[in-house]
């Protein structure tokens, strides 16, 4: 019993000593941390391999330093996505974090973050990010659902819409968005709002209903395997006779539209990214992509990682690398303008998203399969903070 | 033959010893990341034990235990965020609720049995979640409550210890579990406790003998939701949020595997079985994507090789070894 | 008074009669046989007795209480002790524990949840008495399901007189057992105290002829003969029942 | 009025496909004592050969064919290899079925990647119906038809057979049928195949309505446990039934209550279990 306790404590010591923190000199650690296991996997793990993509494309070295990407899996659970979050910080001693797309992760994570003054490039679309629980530290590379909700709406004014429906998560990003929508287009107009959960197989019940007394159209605020889901029983039900569907945010990002069916031909929606654009830095991101994923085709959380990832590798070249001055990165982040696919992007003065959006309508390609036409371009969208604080 | 178990009792407590000093020194040893997980070991051990309370001891299988841990979360972080209570106030306040909810879930489901108060259990604890998910202007919903406060123990004297520092936090939960484990063995070694193993085996002798079964449940019921509840009231602390996964059928099922890996009825084995399932989680994770088909190898694995979890393997050896020095002694 | 009154006691399951009116008293200190082929509704009898089913009609008078309504924990505690048909011992603990159990029911510190079990020095002793008295100890430290079947029916008796009950009813002690072991527990069950009063469900007829001072028969869920040995022995229904059966 | 029948409909056609889910896991629970939990994975994963069977052949038939049979073949693997060793020990059975439900979840990620996928409609189809002024799709009608057309069938097994007959025996007692000569044991394996079968043939058919996507188990899972709480463990009829009054009961509660989805289905399953606490159409 002795021998087992001496032992015990030798390898309690010897474990301790393993763990000191390594000399912070030679790579630069960046902690990437998406839900890559569960429901949310099926856009977390696409978005991780266009942030390595972009550090791909620069050889993993930036300014002389070596980049080293950590991966971590939140599973989209908060706690588990805090726990994977300290374990980047205080274990692996990242530099700075480029995570998440699980809005109450998000939320979990940003006191940790501000705490523990590590810079923070999230993907997550949380408003509160540039709001309440803004930090310094903090960077959003995603529209706030606000941004990406007053574009939505204010297309679908324009499109003529008077009376709609609204049907969304039931999770913060649908809930703003639904304020944008009741404040450009009247509480009267909205017939009526729905909110069912994240994951709901069957939208049937939801759709009866608003068949029973038609709109103008259907302002959709749901993604993932949700999405393409209410697509194809709004065409079941032969809602496309009756009334189109505006999609809020990523509704037709590509990857969800190879499980669209041929109806959902002329679905709207607004949002940063239009993977049909013919620009040459498009066209590179694409074909890079396609190459590595079986021949498919980007979408706008990719686009999203990628240029975050573009971001940081920018801001770090203008301070030569020495991310260890963490003021100065998050100066050069704060004033860093990239063109990419989509044309320039940068962040505002509160650390949120600035960047170009299209108007999308889902088309048939040449190829057969669907993809989005790119309409109006709405230039370097900003977040309505004074609209909504 | 009177000694043997004395003597077992001896060796128990002198690994206990050498345990709780080996926790005490951890701080030393430790950098923050591994504390937290070792703080997370601990209240994940102290909430699979209160389980085992009910499956190990009683015989009944809940899948709704998360429900307490989650109700306790999630009432101390709206006392410390909203009001402003401080640890005395809100920690109580927090296991009082998980107390409460218990007291009213149990009424229904301790008609049911086996199979069926599984999945009552389950139906309660997925009706609480509901709430929380849904009661959207008192619990934020599916973001849950960020930014709640990492208290300060105000000690009598005008003491005041913060615990906002990892070592200070560490020091805090390991008192807090030790006391909360040190009350559990007791009650598991109570006659309270040995009625439970009745009922466990036969609640038709026990009510032939003379025993009011349903009450030793239901005291059984709330009282594992109170240790559930103190490790939420810990846990919120720890981590600073609350969330509807708190008490999601996920986290119940995650702490009932804890406690069959490990090896139910045996109140260590819960323990083993909760620090085995944290260090998976967060360790294979940094090395590979495929943690959850390791996890669940592991699960078959040990269903296979140690049906009465793994402090089962260890027990059952112990006893071979024993009954062959006993055949050796008599030859 | 009587130890047990049961006046007009009936039970049905989903339509199906299993006792209509059966009516008996059993008086202190009596060893009441009763018998009947399968089916009979004897177990059922045992089974409303003890509150483990509710009785659709009638009444038990447990010593002039009205034990009908009273859940079957507190009959217990009033003194009503039962072995089963099947035996139902705690399988996974020492046959010690499960007399400590039975010992502990009626002791006063059950309910304790602080207090260790192992100090509760004198219930300890009794238990290992009792096993001592009746020439179990060899096996005290063998968990319950180790032991032999012969074994079980013995731990099964020594559970139930445990708590010193006043009325005790034993349903089929004896079935299943080899000769010799039938020669043990018919011994035990002699060597009771005499003021127990017994109510004993048996299919073997010599040694219920032998234990008996009054039997009961039943048939398809009624009384049909009620008597001492001699009575029974010479009842031409009875007769009848038991001829017709086989 | 119109509004009504479509909204009936739905929860009816919901429900059937809870009702081929249910109907496994009950059979399953009623002959072993076995709360299976990888049942959730044999949806799943026969929706996705599914899926890859109607991409290479186009064929919605073979589909439904070659989904159903090859995880009735890993449910017999399952059985036979694994559950066997543990029977009626329920704490190691959770484990084990639980570690499959990991592993089998891992699986189909690493096989078919994370992406949801949609089973094509059949073209037979692939149409909606016109009902007093709503479209309704006629997969949904064809759902219908289906379900109780299977549970016409398995009422038939069950009652009209000698297997069924078996199956009953060794249901009310195992000892007794085995004394009989019954082959119980074969009858374990058959009828853990006829049970992932159905769950399989749930993932397939339901694949046009549900989708297919990683975590569809779990959810899956759960939906069919309260069915069959609801219904009755081991009773043909309550996993109908009890499938009628979920898939009902999920419809109309989105209707009224639509912030208290889910609510509307587990408040009402611990109300029951409750007031019935073996379910509506179980016994203990």
Redesign the interface.
Known sequence: MRHFSIIALLALGALGASMQPALSQEPIKIGVMFPLTGPLASQGVPERDAIKQAFDEVHDVVAGRKIELIYEDSAAKPDIGLTKTKALVERDNVNLLLSELVSSVGAAMAPYVAEHKIPWISTVALASLTRAQKSPYIFRFVPSSYQYALVAANSGKKLGWKKVYFIGWNAPPARESYQVVKKIFGAENVVDAMFPNVGTTDYAPYLTKMDAQPADGIFAAMWGADAPRIVEQWAEYGLNKKMPIFGIASFTSEELLTDMPPQAVGVRSAYTYCGTLDTPENKKFVDEFKAQHNNAMPGSYMYMGYMAAKMVIAALKDINGKVEDKDAFIDALSKVHVKGPMGEASFDEHHGMVANFYELTVEKGADGHLQNHCGQLIPQVRDPYAMFP | MNTEPRQRNNAACGLAAILILGMLALPYFLSSYYLGLAIEMMIFALFAMSLDLLVGYAGMASLGHAAYFGVAAYTTGLLALRLGWNVWLALPAGVLMAALTAALFGLLALRTRGSYFLMITLALSQVAWGIAFGWRTLTGGDDGLPDVPRPALNLPLHLSWSLAGSTAFYYFVLVAITVATLLLIRIVISPFGFALRGIRESEARMLALGYNVWRYKFVAFVLAAVFAGFAGCLYVYYNRFVSPDYLHVARSAEVLLMVILGGAGTLIGPAVGAAVIVLLQNLISAYTERWLLILGIVYVFVALFAPNGLVGVFLEYRASRIKRHVKRLNS | MSALVVSDVSRNFGGVQALSNVSMTAEPGERHLIIGPNGAGKTTLFNVL???FAASGGSVLLFGRDITQL????R??LGL??T?QIT??????TVL?NV???L????T??????????A?VPVFRRAKALLDDWDLAAIAEKTAKEISYGEKRQVDLI??IA?RPKVLLLDEPIAGLSAAEVVRVVGMIRRLPREITILMIEHDMDVAFELADRITVLHQGRLIADGDVAAIRNDPQVAEIYLGAD | MAFWLIQALNGISFGMLLFLLAAGLSLIYGLMKVLNLTHGSFYLLGGYIGVAVVRTTGSFVLATLAGAFAIAVVGVVMERFFLRRFHLQELPQALLTFGFLFIFSDLAMVIWGSDPETMPKPALFDHSVQLGGFYYPSYRLFIIAFGLAVAAFLWWLQEGTRVGAMVRASVDNEEVARALGINVSLLFSLVFALGAFLAALGGVMGGPIVGVYPGADFDVLLLGFVVVIIGGLGSLKGALFGGLAVGLLDNFGKVFFPELALFTVFAPMALILAWRPSGLFGHE
């Open positions: 003890t509150g483990t859940p079957p924990y507190e217990a505690r002790a039962r089963f139902n011992l705690f399988p996974r603990l524990e400590l159990l039975a502990q029911a009626a002791d510190s059950a309910f304790s949840l602080y207090r260790r079990l192992r509760n559970l139930a708590a």
